[in-house]
């Protein structure tokens, strides 16, 4: 549970006059201050879990396509040089 910074401020006062300044000073470098905001709660976590799944899904849609188009570019390519051959073949016989 955060508090607020008054609370913090008593809770130093207090501490200052039964443990002395500098043991109270101590003991409230020990209760870390963060904003309640900043906290991600688990309706963050399943939203930012959601965009990273489509982001990665579109992602690999991408390189899947693009692999597609390397494959059936050298395919082509390849009965290309087939072709080439066998007509060599056919011309030199």
């Known amino acids: 549970m955060p508090i607020s910074e008054a609370a913090r401020a008593d809770l130093y006062t207090g501490l200052a006059e039964a443990i002395g300044p500098d043991r109270a000073e101590i003991l409230m470098a020990q209760l870390p201050r963060f904003d309640p905001a900043d906290v991600a709660t688990k309706t963050d976590l399943a939203e930012l879990r959601t ?5 990665l899904r579109d992602g690999l849609a991408a390189v ?8 059936l570019t050298l395919l082509v390519g390849m009965f290309g040089i087939v072709a080439a051959l066998i007509s060599i073949v056919l011309t030199i016989a």
């Open 51 to 55: 965009e990273l799944r489509t982001e």
């Open 64 to 71: 899947n396509q693009r692999l597609d188009r390397l494959f």
